[in-house]
């Protein structure tokens, strides 16, 4: 049984969320501040994170990089505010999705599901996959550690960044669409819409910039795996 910690300062908001998760299946524990799920992760992690961004104490862009220091647990956003800059700033700092409320308490079971599922497809995957390192010019990814390395440095991935860099590696002779990108790494329809996908690619990037490894933008379509 998967465990998700919930942080929402809002009682109905979080007996809403936690109520919802609970008939799926999940054990869900809540908190009402950021600051509390933290102190309990640090001595008990669990398979997925869900944030208010608005919390008294440390907010959820704070939490989310104090988790992130030490974890690659996938993290959701919830906020009352939508813009750009916020959006940025969570996924920036390494949250896995965002979710703008008011929203729909299925929607967000549903995006639950898809960010879960996908986790554990990948892991069944690397675990039956049996070639270990997979290697593209100066980049490789071990399936089994998860471990991605420029030359034997290191990088820091978050879940959702090394699914989809995997995925490039998987299909490096093809174009892939956004709405590829969503139905496959995310697990969402293409009528459902999601920043994360740009996002994520702009984070990987930026941790890719100095690598002969690239992901080229193919216009007005999606995106291609390419050399420098």
Not at 48 to 62: A, C, S, T, Y
Request: glycine letters at 6%; charged letters at 30%.
């Amino acid at each position: 049984m998967n465990m998700i910690y919930l942080a929402e300062d809002e009682t109905a908001i979080r007996e809403t969320i936690i109520s919802f998760l609970s008939s799926e299946g999940y054990q869900v524990i809540g908190f009402e501040n950021g600051d509390a799920l933290y102190d309990q992760f640090t001595k008990q992690s669990c398979d997925l994170v869900i944030l208010d961004v608005n919390m008294p104490g440390n907010n959820g862009f704070e939490i989310t990089k104090k988790i992130r220091q030490n974890s690659i647990v996938p993290i959701l956003l919830l906020t009352a505010r939508d813009s750009d800059l916020d959006y940025a700033t969570g996924i920036n700092l390494g949250s896995d999705d965002y979710f703008t409320k008011p929203f729909s308490a299925i929607a967000l079971v549903m995006r639950v599901k898809a960010l879960l599922r996908r986790v554990e497809m990948d892991q069944k995957a690397n675990d039956s996959n049996p070639k270990e390192i997979d290697q593209n010019g100066d980049l490789s990814i071990n399936r089994k550690t998860l471990e991605v390395k420029i030359n034997d440095q290191t990088i820091d991935l978050t879940p959702m960044e090394y699914q989809v860099l995997c995925y490039f590696f998987d299909h490096k002779e093809k174009a892939i669409s956004r709405d590829e990108l969503l139905n496959n790494v995310w697990g969402y329809s293409k009528e459902v819409e999601t920043r994360a996908c740009d996002d994520t690619i702009r984070r990987l990037r930026k941790k890719l910039e100095h690598s002969q490894v690239q992901i080229e933008t193919i216009w007005g379509f999606g995106f291609k795996l390419g050399m420098k």
